[in-house]
């Protein structure tokens, strides 16, 4: 468990060392949160392998603990998930207000127990993150919904919600988990248009279809699903971290290091290997995963971010990182968050060259970044700060490690088998 009193750690990261060798991906975490509240859709137990012991997966654990769901790890990666019991309708403010995943619970309980009364959800402060998506979707199911006093609250209006064809405003993986989830058990079939691609969101439905779901159409904008009454206990491994993986690649790269990163999905990043590719970093992949080596040379590349398969907004502050040492310009149009600077201040204060016009960030590569002490501002920002301490010259010591550890499972043991100099103390 993440204890309160870790709040007061710092990363002490001695930057200069080439990080070598291999490192293994964890479970990707965002599939995992969508996966622990699929899970409880069914009034049976679940087995999710494969997941990340990082602080999200902690809260969404004691969430769900309070709607009366019994989740437990079982040694390496395995959490059990036993919903039999789930019989509370209201989500806790005190813990969904620290992120935004918890409001997987609304889908979850609407499908499940046809109400729903949740706090509006908090998370990464990097864009206004509404949820009207969500509601509209859940009105569209059948649900009257209304806000007050900082909760959602939705109730079905017949004794299921209703199938409806829905089209999703604007890509949201959010929005297509938590419909999909609360579809799942609704009478009739839904058709969800515009429906978000993500490797997270094929995750969700493949975890549900084992549960007894009738999905198709996932990883496509048109996702159909047939409501069935009632869905089973299931076991199943969640899918690799992407974005952690991403960020080791990244961290090789930036060090001119050679980073071997065992046992991800290559295809799920593509979009990335193709930008490190362009930025002068050899990407080799076979069978035991993906490799990036420095080839001494780093040149300024420009990035969109974009829905998937799109360059991912998650991997946007780490590759800035990136950037800040790279040999020119280059600029990060942030298309998905409109706050996703936050990283900026903090990589300035190591001497980034770095300034934010409008959506953009435009980046002028220097020499040598100069160790600082620092702030991980969101889990994303958390990265970027971490891999600029791995170049700069001398001591970085980062703050506010929470973030990090919202996100990452074992990064100082990850960081410290390939080379870095990194302490937490
Ligand atoms: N949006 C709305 N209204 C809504 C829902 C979304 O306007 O009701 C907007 C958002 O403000 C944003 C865009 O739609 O501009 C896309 O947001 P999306 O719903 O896709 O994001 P999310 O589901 O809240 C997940 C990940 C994020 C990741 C984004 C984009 C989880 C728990 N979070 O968020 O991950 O950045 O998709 O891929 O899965 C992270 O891991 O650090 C993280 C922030």
Not at 204 to 225: E, F, H, S
Not at 269 to 298: N, P, Q, Y
Not at 353 to 367: F, L, Q
């Amino acid at each position: 468990m993440w204890k309160k009193d870790e709040a007061m750690d710092k990363l002490i990261i001695e930057g200069g060392n080439r990080l070598q060798g291999k490192v293994a991906v964890s479970g990707g975490k965002n599939s995992t949160l969508a996966a622990m509240a699929a899970a409880c859709l069914a009034p049976d137990v679940t087995v999710l392998e494969n997941v990340p012991r990082c602080k999200d997966v902690f809260t969404l654990s004691e969430i769900l603990q309070a709607l009366g769901v019994r989740v437990e790890f079982e040694g390496q990666g395995r959490l059990v998930i036993d919903a039999r019991e789930l019989s509370t309708h209201v989500a806790p403010y005190e813990l969904c207000r620290h992120m935004r995943a918890s409001f997987y619970t609304a889908g979850l309980l609407l499908g499940r127990l046809g109400r729903a009364e949740v706090p509006l959800p908090g998370g990464c402060s990097i864009g206004s993150r509404p949820v009207d998506f969500h509601i509209r979707g859940f009105q569209a199911l059948g649900a009257k919904v209304v806000t007050e006093h900082g909760y959602v609250k939705a109730r079905v209006q017949k004794r299921r919600l209703q199938g409806t064809v829905f089209y999703v405003p604007r890509s949201s993986v959010g929005t297509t988990i938590n419909l999909m989830m609360a579809a799942s058990t609704a009478s009739g079939t839904t058709v969800l248009q515009n429906a978000a691609r993500e490797p997270e969101v094929v995750d969700t439905a493949v975890l549900l279809t084992a549960m007894g779901a009738k999905i198709r159409g996932a990883g496509t904008p048109t996702i159909v699903i047939e409501g069935v009454r009632k869905l089973h206990g299931a076991h199943y491994a969640v899918i690799p971290d992407r974005l952690e993986a991403g960020t080791y690649l990244i961290a090789g790269a930036i060090t001119q290091g050679d980073v071997l990163v065992e046992g991800l999905i290559p295809e799920h990043i593509t979009a990335l290997l193709t930008k490190l590719e362009e930025a002068g970093i050899e990407i080799t992949v076979d069978g035991e995963g993906v490799r990036a080596r420095g080839r001494g040379e780093l040149r300024a590349v420009d990035i969109d971010t974009a829905p998937y398969p799109g360059f991912p907004t998650d991997l946007h502050p780490p590759f800035a990182a990136l950037m800040t040492v790279a040999k020119g310009t280059s600029t990060i149009r942030e298309t998905i968050f409109e706050s996703r600077f936050g990283y900026v201040d903090e990589l300035r204060r190591m001497g980034a060259n770095i300034r934010v016009e409008k959506d953009t960030a435009i980046i002028t590569g220097v020499e040598y970044l100069t160790g600082a002490p620092v702030e991980a501002v969101d889990i994303r920002a958390g990265a970027a700060v971490v891999l600029a301490g791995l170049v700069a010259r001398g001591k970085t010591e980062i703050t506010n490690l929470e973030n990090l550890d919202r996100g990452y499972e074992n990064l100082v043991d990850k960081l410290k088998a390939l080379g870095a100099k990194v302490e937490r103390v």
